[in-house]
């Protein structure tokens, strides 16, 4: 009897203290994840850029995006004001109606307006890919252009392709 009464009192505090023990180093915190930047494509910056502003952001620049949308959403917001308020205007003349039952000018606005949309567009899907490569210089990322040298003066011309290569370097 003796001989248990003294494993209890030794074997209940080591069995308390390795509890503990293993409760202090499951809470040992793990080391964070390594996040790894990558450079951003001009490319892919570009097809995203079909969704007005998604390529600005995909690049990093979404103030930049979001002004090129709301300078699409603008444009066809006046352009929808001026086409209304001249059909408007011609409601009040006493001159007859057009033939094909429309406004007087507003084929002039409805296309100063679809060329202004596609306008901004069109530069917002081409600023995207620059957005792109503003954004991997400011994160370091530098794009280093290697190519073959051209033959030296004098010697025979040959045709083919000449490759070169195109290192981005952190």
């Known amino acids: 009897m003796h001989c248990r009464s003294l494993l209890a009192l ?7 203290a390795t509890a503990d023990a293993q409760d202090t180093v499951a809470t040992v915190p793990s080391p964070a994840p390594v996040l790894v930047e990558t450079p951003r494509s001009p490319t892919t910056a570009r097809l995203l850029a079909i ?6 952001i995909y690049a990093g620049e979404t103030g930049t995006g979001l002004a090129y949308l709301g300078g699409m959403v603008g444009v066809v917001v006046i352009g929808a004001v001026a086409a ?5 205007d011609d409601l009040g003349t006493l001159t007859p109606p057009e033939p094909e039952g429309g406004c007087s000018s507003t ?3 409805e296309n100063i307006t679809v060329a202004a949309f596609y306008g901004i567009w069109g530069w917002s899907i081409f600023d995207a890919g620059r957005a792109a490569r503003r954004s991997n210089v400011r ?7 290697f190519v073959a040298p051209a033959p030296p003066t004098g010697s025979p011309r040959r045709s083919g392709i000449r490759l070169g290569l195109t290192l981005q370097t952190r």
């Open 10 to 16: 030794v074997g209940l505090p080591l069995l308390v």
């Open 139 to 145: 994160r370091g990322f530098t794009a280093t252009a």
């Open 84 to 88: 209304f308020g001249d059909c408007l």
């Open 51 to 56: 969704i007005p502003s998604a390529g600005h």
């Open 107 to 109: 084929n002039t606005i």
